[in-house]
């Protein structure tokens, strides 16, 4: 079993920057895979960004060029800063961290961009 609590979410203004940090515990060696979904009222999760052990990363269309992913494999951590947040990045925000059998999901963060 992995467990995710994510920190970070909140209200930021259009433009603006924020960073999205999620801790694993438990089974953290079996971990492969880590990173961050998104979704909308009514609508399935969407990939926002994902990372390897290696450091091996991918992303979505709307995410590249303004949001970057990190992880720190010592401290079973991986975070998602997010800049020139738009309006349409309003959504909660998902950690992912998956291992050969299992994806374990946060609880998820509210981000709200707003005025």
């Known amino acids: 079993q992995v467990q995710l609590v994510e920190s970070g979410g909140g209200l930021v203004q259009p433009g603006g920057s924020l960073g999205l940090s999620c801790a694993a515990s438990?089974?953290?060696?079996?971990?492969?895979?880590m990173g961050w979904y998104r979704q909308f009222p009514g609508k399935q999760r969407e990939l926002v960004a994902v990372i390897s052990s290696g450091g091996g990363t991918r992303y979505a269309d709307s995410a590249k060029g303004r949001f970057a992913i990190s992880r720190d494999n010592a401290k079973n951590q991986v975070h998602l800063q997010m800049n020139s947040l738009k309006p349409e990045d309003t959504a909660v925000y998902y950690c992912l961290a998956k291992t050969l059998t299992n994806d374990y999901w946060g609880q998820g963060t509210q981000v709200t961009v707003s005025s």
């Open positions: 438990g089974n953290i060696f079996s971990i492969g895979v």
